[in-house]
């Protein structure tokens, strides 16, 4: 219960971040369409990689973090990329909006990034305080990688805007 009601704070973060990004909506509607896409790859991200991450640590006896923290920037390059070309080749294909299509494939690229930093951080950070990173890492990496992805997109978006119109 106590992660599902920080979850419910998280989302009335999430909010109140959104309508701080109004004239941006006002501006292109089309951008709300895109949040849910926005926030379920970075979500899917730092899910999957923290549940690898757990287990890595909870198997491996000579964990080392810094060879490990290298390996996962070069596993976010490879994922990235084509999630962040993907979601601009399908909404310039789809919704024909170069602004909203450039806004994605930055926002998916650094929200892939970050979400895979918290979700290999966070947990490390946890076990090394003897806290079970396994209890307490999903629903408090969850609601970090949706704020953080929700404030690049609306960002993004806002810079864009205003230098491209």
Do not use: H
């Not at 909506?25 to 979500?43: G, H, K, M, N, R």
């Not at 973090?65 to 601009?88: D, T």
């Not at 895979?116 to 890492?137: E, H, R, S, T």
């Amino acid at each position: 219960l106590p992660w599902l009601m920080l979850g419910m704070i998280g989302s009335a973060l999430a909010a109140g971040i959104i309508s701080y990004f109004e004239s941006s909506l006002e501006q292109i509607i089309l951008l709300a369409l895109f949040i849910p896409a926005v926030t379920y790859i970075s979500d899917a991200v730092g899910n999957q990689s923290e549940t690898i991450f757990i287990r890595t640590i909870a198997l491996d006896r000579s964990f080392n973090f810094s060879k490990y923290l290298k390996r996962e920037l070069l596993v976010w390059f490879g994922m990235a990329v084509p999630l962040s070309i993907g979601m601009f080749v399908i909404s310039m294909l789809f919704w024909n909006s170069f602004i909203v299509s450039l806004t994605l494939l930055i926002t998916v690229f650094l929200s892939v990034l970050i979400s895979m930093m918290i979700a290999v951080i966070q947990p490390w950070l946890f076990a090394k305080v003897k806290i079970d990173p396994a209890v307490i890492g999903g629903p408090l990496d969850t609601i970090m990688s949706d704020l953080l992805s929700i404030v690049i997109y609306f960002s993004t978006a806002t810079i864009l805007l205003n230098l491209l119109q």
